[in-house]
């Protein structure tokens, strides 16, 4: 026979277990609602800088990544969803007159559906090199890192080469020089059908980031909530990545060797997507989603639906963050729908979706 005072031990190691385990499971299903927006109202207070117009329209392929040149040239890649025809498109801010090009490319690349986008220019000849991430949409296995050469005046681009990313699913680039870059890795077990809903839904913080040297890839930073843009201040002495689960901007200042460290973290209570930097003030433009649950469901379908489009700008001061933010663009998603990305280029705003519209917006303040 089993003592009493044995039993109510068990008894109460187990209630106290429970307990703690039910704590534990509403304390994540809290920071998983927070995470997909549901505890905001539903009412989008649209609002826009000035005139804004759709370059590309809801079947438009998309824009999902921006690079914008010191001079306005700015490239564009368009045909996210595996519906969507793959291509690079160039769009001049500088010039009220320029309209949308697709860039012919040299040496077709299969399974050619660009995310991440980022060039290079040597000051000394002119020479563009532009690095795109290829998404297979098959977990990574045949995701790739393209490298093209773009020649001013000519609509084309020649492909140099095809880095693999070795299984990794990347997500964004940064061009550091010709032949090396940085790269955000998003998710880790996306290509497991069992680990793949943990790691999503458990909220699982094993993004990390790499570092290419032209050779070979080199783990720069680990342990991150779903790391998506990233980008540098104009003399590259600070990178900026946007933390998507965690709602939050990072800096770090890149070392000798590319490593790099920790400076701050900032908090913006929104879902931030890609990161452009103002080439003269060093300030962060960043495409953000305001309704998280809604991206998902626009993402599940192809575009079909609406997902609320934000832009904030972060003023910076000698590349550091500080809490100077400002909300530039809301729109409900009807008019510009999942926004990814947004450049800004001496009054005009350039804000890119992940798979439908392309917007032009004059700014007629200063922001």
């Given at each position: 026979?089993?003592?009493?005072?044995?039993?109510?031990?068990?008894?109460?190691l187990f209630k106290l277990g429970f307990v703690l385990f039910c704590a534990a499971f509403t304390h994540h299903v809290y920071k998983y609602i927070l995470l997909m927006q549901y505890e905001k109202y539903d009412v989008i207070y649209t609002h826009y800088p000035g005139p804004c117009k759709q370059l590309?329209?809801?079947?438009?392929?998309?824009?999902?990544?921006?690079?914008?040149?010191?001079?306005?040239?700015?490239?564009?890649?368009?045909?996210?969803?595996?519906?969507?025809?793959?291509?690079?498109?160039?769009?001049?801010?500088?010039?009220?007159?320029?309209?949308?090009?697709?860039?012919?490319?040299?040496?077709?690349?299969?399974?050619?559906?660009?995310?991440?986008?980022?060039?290079?220019?040597?000051?000394?000849?002119?020479?563009?090199?532009?690095?795109?991430?290829n998404t297979g949409f098959d977990g990574g296995v045949t995701e790739t890192i393209e490298v093209f050469e773009f020649k001013r005046g000519i609509s084309k681009l020649w492909h140099i080469k095809t880095i693999s990313s070795e299984g990794r699913l990347m997500n964004d680039i940064l061009a550091i020089?010709?032949?090396?870059?940085?790269?955000?890795?998003?998710?880790?077990?996306?290509?497991?059908?069992?680990?793949?809903?943990?790691?999503?839904?458990?909220?699982?913080?094993?993004?990390?980031?790499?570092?290419?040297?032209?050779?070979?890839?080199?783990?720069?930073?680990?342990?991150?909530?779903?790391?998506?843009?990233?980008?540098?201040?104009?003399?590259?002495?600070?990178?900026?990545?946007?933390?998507?689960?965690?709602?939050?901007?990072?800096?770090?200042?890149?070392?000798?060797?590319?490593?790099?460290?920790?400076?701050?973290?900032?908090?913006?209570?929104?879902?931030?997507?890609?990161?452009?930097?103002?080439?003269?003030?060093?300030?962060?433009?960043?495409?953000?989603?305001?309704?998280?649950?809604?991206?998902?469901?626009?993402?599940?379908?192809?575009?079909?639906?609406?997902?609320?489009?934000?832009?904030?700008?972060?003023?910076?001061?000698?590349?550091?963050?500080?809490?100077?933010?400002?909300?530039?663009?809301?729109?409900?998603?009807?008019?510009?729908?999942?926004?990814?990305?947004?450049?800004?280029?001496?009054?005009?705003?350039?804000?890119?979706?992940?798979?439908?519209?392309?917007?032009?917006?004059?700014?007629?303040?200063?922001?």
């Amino acid at each position: 026979m089993v003592p009493r005072r044995k039993v109510d031990r068990h008894m109460m190691l187990f209630k106290l277990g429970f307990v703690l385990f039910c704590a534990a499971f509403t304390h994540h299903v809290y920071k998983y609602i927070l995470l997909m927006q549901y505890e905001k109202y539903d009412v989008i207070y649209t609002h826009y800088p000035g005139p804004c117009k759709q370059l590309l329209g809801k079947d438009g392929g998309g824009s999902e990544d921006i690079t914008t040149l010191s001079d306005g040239l700015t490239f564009i890649s368009s045909g996210f969803f595996p519906s969507s025809k793959g291509r690079i498109l160039t769009f001049n801010l500088s010039d009220p007159d320029e309209t949308l090009t697709e860039l012919v490319i040299e040496h077709t690349v299969p399974k050619f559906h660009p995310v991440g986008i980022s060039a290079w220019e040597e000051q000394s000849s002119n020479k563009i090199t532009l690095f795109v991430v290829n998404t297979g949409f098959d977990g990574g296995v045949t995701e790739t890192i393209e490298v093209f050469e773009f020649k001013r005046g000519i609509s084309k681009l020649w492909h140099i080469k095809t880095i693999s990313s070795e299984g990794r699913l990347m997500n964004d680039i940064l061009a550091i020089s010709n032949d090396s870059f940085y790269a955000t890795q998003y998710l880790e077990y996306y290509n497991n059908k069992y680990l793949s809903p943990l790691e999503i839904y458990g909220m699982m913080k094993l993004g990390k980031v790499w570092f290419y040297d032209g050779h070979e890839f080199k783990q720069v930073l680990s342990d991150l909530g779903y790391p998506n843009g990233i980008n540098a201040s104009p003399d590259l002495s600070t990178i900026y990545i946007a933390e998507f689960w965690s709602k939050q901007i990072n800096s770090f200042k890149r070392q000798k060797d590319n490593s790099l460290h920790l400076m701050q973290t900032l908090f913006i209570d929104t879902a931030p997507d890609n990161i452009e930097v103002d080439p003269v003030t060093g300030d962060l433009w960043i495409g953000c989603h305001a309704r998280t649950h809604l991206l998902h469901k626009y993402e599940e379908v192809n575009g079909q639906s609406w997902s609320p489009s934000q832009v904030l700008k972060i003023k910076t001061k000698n590349g550091n963050l500080t809490s100077d933010i400002k909300e530039v663009f809301l729109d409900n998603g009807e008019f510009c729908s999942g926004s990814a990305t947004a450049s800004y280029y001496k009054g005009r705003l350039l804000i890119g979706t992940v798979g439908t519209e392309l917007i032009l917006c004059d700014v007629l303040y200063n922001p």
